[in-house]
Every structure is written in C-alpha cells, then in structure tokens.
C-alpha cells in the first residue's frame, strides 16, 4: 500500500492513471470528462460537468468525492469558486451521483482527493471563467484578455462596463470549450477562498437533524433488513432453520443467502425482511443456522502471538529491504540493542453503522443508495454480482457518518443488492447492528516485529534490524498488512535489514486510516527512542543527525500521479518546528513528561510531542499535544484541516489507551463500545497546531497526523516511568 | 396495546410492540431520521432525545415507558432558546467533521445547558462524557458549549 501512500501530483493535463487497489477492483484513468460539455437548459447555464450558473447569479458546483466527515464536500469546490472568482456567498453545492464519465475519479481515501484535485477542479473553475470572459467580450465587442473578474463580475476596465456572471451565463455556455492544459489560473497570492475557513456545507442540516447520511434513506415502500452471517471467519453455511424467525410478527420473509469466500463481496447468511428494522434484528434471535467452520474455528490472538514468537526463532521467510553489511555492523557493535513489539487488530467502527438502500426493478435495473467511500468498485462488484451491465446499476453516493477506510470495501452493498434482487420492486434498506459491525470489518492488521540496534564505539547506530511478522490470507500477504522497503528509518541507517514472516488466518484485513503508518510509526519511533535513550540522547535529536544533509529522495510513480519523494529537510523543518512549539529542551512540571514523534504519510509530515502524567489512579493521562504540519505550501480550508488533525490526534491516543480487537475460536470477541472504549470527552488534550508552509502542492490531512502522536505518548509514558510500552494497547497494569 | 404519547408537541398514537425503543419508533414508523442509531444499548449518546426535559436514550427506551410523556428530537431543537444557540455556536465553531453523533450531543448539550445554564468547564466534559464522537470534534463540542454558557441565552436567540 505503499503506492497508496505517496502522492499523485498530477501531469498537466490531468491525466489520472492509477494502478490497481487490491480487494478494491480497479481504477479507471480519467480524464475531467464533463469538461467538453456545456448547455443551457431549466435556467441555469451549465458551463461544464462542475458548474452551473443561473439568471440570478446563483452558482451551483457540484462536489464529486463521497463525504466521509473528512470536508471534501465543501473544499473541492472552494479549489472550483477560485479559480472561477465566483461570489463564495453565491455558491451552492450539490453533491453528485457515482458518474466517472461525467465527473473523473470519484473516491475517498489515502489522503488523496487534494494532491488529485487540486489541479483538476482549479482548472475546472478556470475554464467555466474563460467562458464567461469570452461572452462578455463577444457582447461588448473587446478582446477578452483586458477583462477583469471578481466575485462573480466581470469589468471592463477600459469602458468601466460591468456585467455579472449570472447575465452572461446563458450566451457562456455557448462559449468554445477551452483547453484544460492552457486555461490560465490564477497567480497564488491572488487567492481569496483558498486559505479561508469556510465551515460544512451540510452543518446546518445537520444541526437541524435533516435526512443526509444513507441510513436516513427513505422511500415509498421500503423494507428493513438484518443479515446474520457466521461469526466465525471463512465459516460457510450448511443449513439453516428459518420456520422460528418467519413467525415473529412483523417479519415478512426470511432467507438464505449463498455467498462466496470473499468477504469483500457476498458471504453466505440468513436475511430478514420486516417493515421495521428493530424487528427484523431481533428475529434474528430465532435463526437456527449450522454453520461450517473449517479449520478456522481454532484460531485466536493467543495463538497467533504464539505462532509470531515461534517465527521470530526461525529464519526469515523473505526479505525486504537489505542496505549495507548488517552482519558486520553488529560484529562491530559497541552495544546491541534488542525490543520486541506488538500491536493488535483495530477495528473502523464509524458512527453510522453500515448500510445501504437498493432497488431491484423488475426489468433487473439497480439503483443503490450507498454510504461508500469507493462507489467505483461496489458498483462493478453489484453489476457482476446480479448479472447486469454497470449502466443498469444507478449508484447514488449519501453523505457518511464516518468512514476511517472502512467504507472503502463494498460488502454491505453486495448484501443489500443481493437481498433486494430476491424482493425485487421494493426497495430494501441493509442495516448493522453495531455488534454486526466490529464482528465484520476489515480489520487494521495485527503486527509482531522484533528490533536489533547496532551502537557503534562513538555512540552512533550504525545497524537496524526488523523481523515483521505478519499474516497471509490464501497465502498472500494482504496489501495493508504488508510493509515497504522504504519505511522509515531506511535508507537514513547505513546498515539495514527489514525481513518478514508469515501466518495464515482469515480475519479479513483492511485499510483504517492512515494504514500501515498507523502501526509502523508506533514501533519504529517508540525502538529509535529506545535507541537515542541508549546513546544518552532523546529522539528528535538522533532523528535530526539521520536526517541532516541527506538530499530529497527522487520523484515517485504512485497512486494517482508522480510524486515528490521523501523529503529530509521537510521533515527536519517539521521536527525543528514541533521542538520549538513544545519548548522540547525545558522539562515538563513535576509529575509530567513529555515524548516525541515523526513519521511522513500520505504525502505529509507530522512531528508531534505529547505531554503525558499519571493519574491518582496510575493511568496516563494526556495534557497537551503540539503538532507540527507540512502538506504543502496551502491550507486550503483551515476549519476542516484543524479538525482533521485536532481529530487524528485524539484518535490515535484512543488507540493506545485503549483499543483491540480479539480473536478467540475465529471469531471477534469485542461486540460494542463498553469492549471497544472509543475515547471520549475528558481524553481530550489541549492540541496547539502549526503549519510550516513549505513550496509544495497542498497534499491531504485525513491521516498524516495520526502515526506521530501514538509513539509520542508511548515515549512520554517512557520518560516519565522508565517503562517501555512494547505492546498496544497501552497495558492499564503496566504504570501500577 | 397502542402508546399515546407527545413527539414536538403533537400527539402521536403508536402501535407498535411494548418492548420497541423509541428509536426504531421514530424512525421506522414516524419517519423521523433525526435521531440517530450508534450502537443500540445506550453506550454512545448517538440517539439522545428528550423525555420530560431530561436527556434520555431513545435506544433503550421502551415505547411503551412513554405513555403521557413528552418526547422532543433533534427535529424540534431549534423551538427552544438554549437549543438556537448550541446549533449556532455549532456552525461558528465549525464543530463537525462527519456529523452523525451531533444531533445526539446538542440534545444532550441542550438538556445540560437548560439545567446548568453556565457549568464550568469539567462540568461540561463530564456532562458530556456519554456522547461518543468517532471523529472525535471535542474540543470544538466543548468550546461550542462554553461559548453559549458564557454568552448567555437570550428568548429571541
């Protein structure tokens, strides 16, 4: 996944190429397709696929990328109103159905919908103008380049004529359609909504408790329905008694669904149709379903654990990386330094449990009211699933309570269709319960990995060793359970060794928000702590004297585009910047202690310090968290950028205090909130934010900040107690 | 046996089974998606309504415990003075990020506010300790509600 992770600069002609998501179906490569239309029709000019003007000045844009909570609803047309120099108080946005030949790439996920579009729309925005521009010169009988715009008016400096976008609009979308590659854009000091807190779009509705996420879905005729499926993973279902269920009161079908083994897609279960969902969940009390378990029953976490330590005393299965002569370098060691780590399955657990809305109509056309944060791959997985062609599958995107990656893997929409085309001309709506939903995510990955430092005579590391071990699923290692080459500190270690083994299991496996980062950051940070402690030196120090005078690594072919390589001096700007803002050199107060981490994702570069106590109780507590950003030379839009890091950050101290996911006999033992403490209120830290504003692209926030502050808590808890947290989450045992 | 009861001031009549929450009434039966489902068992805060003025988990409240009750949701917030000002404050603070558990933390809000029109500030924080926001929009939850606590409420708000 590490392509995921790094950035997609776009070419100039926003050509998007993409490689395949695993699990996820694949990308297309887009153009901005809707570009070569424009029309005039019901009053308002629609200059191209993003923007309609009416007579009345009112600017309708259209939003393409699902809203997850992350504010891509409201920047993606903040990037469009720019370049357009459209009247912010003028515009309404709308969102948009799943419609990749009209709108390009429609995800989210992997940070990547700024560094993707932040071209694109601005270009989108830029062509719509020109239009505009050439309608009014066409009418005043000037050449367009003397025209000047401004929140929504154009003026002709020449004549002080002026007309607004909302009169010219009609003869507009007459306008030749100009080329995306030479549309000019604005000079970037000339901005004046990029840069500007703008709040939700849909907060209001929200605050109202109008109908805008998908389980608020609501259609003449619709039913409810539950899906029990085996709590064991890869069990297959033998055979099922439905005669108790099918008599509740209420309960108007009862059925079996046959599925595959792909959890991504259908697996096998028993639906409930009822005209009240409270109904249809409770019935399921009364299923009598024998499921056949395999071999997977057996598994566990202490089993897996058990299986990792035992592969640890074994050589390697594979390498992954192997820089210098490792063998040497610990030959020569002054001191070698050993630290085994580990960190648990983690589930999503959004807040709007998951759902989907779908209509079969008897002629066998879809239409899919869907929570997703990838509508490109349930839609394809609906059509081959039903039998259909994709243009008989209508995929309407809703707002989402939550995704953290979740909803990027489309079961939920396989089981709604599947059970609508067996009821087909009324529209069904799935939903989970939460114990539905922790039982069967896709989990963040379980990982084991076990360290060696070299110490050289000088007190320099010259050697590092990581034998990872993680799992395969059919024998493969799932993509988010796999780790790359470059993760950091290699290529910065003059002797570097990373290896892994494997286990199997059939726990599915996902992406949760910043994946991969979100484990690899705790350990690595948390072992170079251990080493900077044992060279009698502290983190950001041993980070800086890594980093220092090493070039920028070169530009990357990634997900989504070309992309600046790892940057030393970022992150070295980014470490200096969080030193000076947590006044690192000054001890905290008595009682307290604070710890440091780095770590670059998704495009972006987060050093974070958090101070951390011990309560009366002896558990930790978080004060304060200061975090140093750098995605570039923009922040878009500032309230929803602060929330995503104010956010990241209290996630990611959730995690540590608190959070895992258990197997026992194959299958989730955790079912709701009092077995998976969410962090809440009083967990809150005081969180102080900078940006260093470096000359890059503005690159995405949904995740970067999370990775640093999990391994900055840990070692605070280090310089506070002398006790070295090697295992996640935190154990509440360990301070006593 | 049908339930009669007042949702926003109006009488509803439900038929519903006795162990039904009052949920799964509001929104499968009224049609009132306002009010949210989390986690089912009064864990998370996300389906907070008010009974008799008191904030109250309508996943766990039987509709049949509600006869003569008066129940207020997320859809009537704005008919009350204290409940126009968290939803203001809410947009000025730019609170949320996803969304889904705030209807449930401004009713909550809104009973702790109608109660303790200026909690301090671990009042705050404890009071709202129940409501589980994912996306974890806390210190903006909080602020939002300091700020309406310090400003005071006025009737015409």
């Not at chain 1, 993973?233 to 009862?254: I, N, Q, T």
């Not at chain 1, 070309?562 to 107060?589: C, H, L, N």
């Not at chain 2, 068992?41 to 009750?69: E, F, I, M, W, Y």
């Amino acid at each position: 996944m590490r392509e995921l992770a790094q950035t997609a600069q776009l070419s100039r002609r926003s050509l998007l190429k993409a490689g395949a998501l695993a699990g996820g179906g694949l990308f297309l490569s887009v153009t901005l397709p809707g570009m070569a239309q424009a029309a005039t029709g019901g009053g308002a000019a629609e200059l191209n696929a993003f923007v309609s003007i009416a007579p009345d000045g009112v600017i309708t844009i259209v939003s393409k990328n699902p809203e997850i909570g992350q504010g891509i609803k409201t920047m993606l047309p903040m990037l469009i109103a720019e370049e357009l120099d459209a009247d912010w108080d003028q515009v309404k946005i709308v969102g948009s159905d799943y419609h990749p030949t009209k709108y390009g790439f429609q995800f989210a996920g992997g940070s990547m919908s700024t560094p993707m579009n932040w071209l694109p729309m601005r270009q989108a925005g830029a062509a719509a103008r020109q239009m505009l521009l050439e309608a009014a010169a066409l009418e005043w009988g000037v050449a367009p380049a003397g025209l000047r715009t401004s929140k929504s008016t154009i003026t002709d400096p020449a004549s002080g004529r002026t007309m607004t976008y909302g009169q010219v609009a009609s003869s507009a979308a007459k306008s030749k359609v100009p080329d995306l590659a030479k549309v000019p854009l604005k000079d970037e000091k000339d901005f004046v909504i990029i840069g500007r807190a703008i709040g939700g779009i849909d907060s209001p509705k929200i605050v109202r408790g109008e109908p805008i996420f998908g389980v608020d879905t609501q259609l003449p005729g619709m039913k409810y329905a539950a899906f029990e499926r085996a709590p064991v993973f890869g069990a297959r279902l033998r055979s099922a008694d439905l005669e108790a269920a099918k008599a509740v009161p209420g309960v108007e079908d009862v059925f079996v669904i046959e599925g595959g083994d792909n959890p991504a897609e259908l697996v096998d279960g028993v639906a409930i149709v009822a005209g009240n969902w409270w109904i249809a969940n409770k019935a399921r009390e009364k299923l009598k379903i024998d499921w056949d378990t395999g071999e997977w029953a057996s598994h566990s976490s202490a089993n897996y654990d058990a299986q990792a330590k035992k592969l640890w005393a074994e050589p390697p299965k594979d390498t992954i990386v192997e820089e210098g002569d490792v063998s040497a370098a610990f030959a020569g060691a002054a001191k070698v330094i050993e630290a085994e780590y580990h960190y648990p399955f983690l589930a999503h657990v959004p807040m709007e449990p998951q759902n989907c809305t779908a209509l079969v109509k008897e002629d066998g056309s879809v239409e899919m009211w869907a929570p997703t944060q990838m509508p490109q791959s349930g839609h394809q997985g609906v059509a081959k699933m039903l039998g259909v062609p994709g243009e008989k599958v209508t995929v309407h995107i809703t707002r989402m309570g939550g995704g953290f990656g979740r909803r990027l893997t489309n079961d939920f929409m396989h089981q709604a269709a599947a059970i609508a085309a067996r009821k087909k001309g009324t529209p069904i709506q799935l939903i989970w319960s939460r114990e539905d939903d922790l039982r069967s995510d896709f989990y963040r990955p379980a990982g084991w990995h076990k360290f060696r430092a070299a110490i050289d005579a000088e007190g320099k590391l010259t050697g590092l060793e990581d034998h990872f071990v993680t799992f395969s699923t059919k024998g493969e290692i799932p993509m988010f359970a796999q780790m790359g080459p470059k993760v950091f500190p290699a290529g910065y270690v003059p002797n570097l060794k990373y290896t892994v083994s494997q286990m199997e299991s059939r726990v599915p496996m996902g992406a949760l928000r910043a994946p991969q980062s979100n484990a690899l950051s705790y350990v690595f940070q948390s072992f170079l702590d251990e080493v900077a402690a044992e060279q009698g030196s502290d983190l950001p120090t041993l980070l800086l004297s890594l980093l220092r005078g090493k070039p920028d690594e070169p530009m990357q072919r990634g997900f989504g585009g070309e992309s600046p390589g790892f940057s030393p001096k970022r992150a070295i700007g980014v470490i200096e910047k969080a030193m000076q803002m947590a006044d690192w050199s000054t001890p905290a107060a008595e009682g307290r202690a604070k710890g440091f981490g780095f770590y670059f994702s998704h495009n972006g570069y987060f050093a974070e310090v958090v101070e951390a106590s011990l309560s009366r109780s002896r558990q930790p507590v978080v004060h304060h968290v200061w975090a140093a950003g750098d995605v570039g030379k923009h922040i878009i839009n500032p309230h929803g950028a602060l929330n995503q890091i104010e956010g990241s950050i209290i996630d990611g101290i959730g995690q540590a205090l608190g959070l895992a996911v258990k197997i026992e006999g194959g299958a989730v033992q955790q079912s709701n909130f009092h077995d998976y403490p969410l962090p809440r209120m009083p967990v809150t830290p005081t969180i102080d934010v900078e940006f260093v504003k470096s000359d890059n692209p503005p690159t995405g926030l949904g995740e970067p900040a999370l990775p640093p502050v999990v391994p900055a808590l840990t070692n605070a808890l280090h310089a506070l107690t002398g006790k070295r947290v090697r295992s996640l989450p935190i154990d509440r045992k360990l301070f006593a | 046996m049908p339930t009669k009861l007042t949702i926003n001031g109006e009488t509803r009549e439900l038929d519903v089974p006795d162990d039904m929450p009052l949920l799964w009434a509001l929104r499968g039966e009224l049609g009132m998606v306002g009010t949210k489902f989390g986690c089912g068992v009064g864990l998370c805060g996300a389906c907070t309504v008010h009974v008799d003025g008191v904030a109250t988990r309508s996943c766990s409240t039987p509709v049949s415990s509600l006869a003569g009750k008066q129940v207020s949701t997320i859809e009537s917030l704005a008919e009350s003075p204290v409940g126009r000002a968290l939803q203001q404050a809410w947009l000025d603070a730019d609170v949320m990020q996803c969304g889904y558990c705030q209807a449930g933390q401004l009713m909550n809000a809104t009973a702790l506010l109608a109660k303790n029109p200026s909690p301090a500030s671990d009042e705050i924080t404890s009071a709202m300790a129940g409501n589980i926001c994912r996306c974890a929009c806390y210190k903006r939850i909080h602020a939002a509600i300091a700020e309406v606590a310090a400003n005071g409420v006025s009737a015409d708000a």
